[in-house]
Nanobody, 124 residues
Framework: QVQLVESGGGLVQPGGSLTLSCATS????????MGWFRQTPGKEREFVAA????????YYADSVKGRFTISRDNAKNTVYLQMNSLKPEDTAVYYC?????????????????WGQGTQVTVSS
């Protein structure tokens, strides 16, 4: 049983920073890729960032490039999303996801496991 548990969300002012964490359990840290997505009410879940385990390639949505950084700590079985220079339009529920096999990492169909989500609100 694979579980992904996000934490670190909250309320932050525009221009501020937050770091989201995604702790994995139930399986060795052997996924093909890990990703972060976000969703606002009435909209599709959208890609934010991803990291392929083999080779360490990282991918970012244009809207967050240069502001967000995805990283991982193998010893802790945890993936992070460092978010800087936050904007009100970054407000969303953020989801962590894991892929078992090679597929497109920028789409929701590429992932097999999902966390429950953590709310990020950027507001003054």
């Amino acid at each position: 049983q694979v579980q992904l548990v996000e934490s670190g969300g909250g309320l932050v002012q525009p221009g501020g920073s937050l770091t989201l964490s995604c702790a994995t359990s139930g399986r060795a840290f052997s996924f093909y890729a890990m990703g972060w997505f976000r969703q606002t009410p009435g909209k599709e879940r959208e890609f934010v960032a991803a990291n392929r385990w083999s080779g360490g390639n990282t991918y970012y949505a244009d809207s967050v490039k240069g502001r967000f950084t995805i990283s991982r700590d193998n010893a802790k079985n945890t993936v992070y999303l460092q978010m800087n220079s936050l904007k009100p339009e970054d407000t969303a529920v953020y989801y962590c996801a894991a892929a078992r096999s090679q597929r497109q990492v920028t789409g929701t169909a590429g992932y097999d496991y999902w966390g429950q989500g953590t709310q990020v609100t950027v507001s003054s």
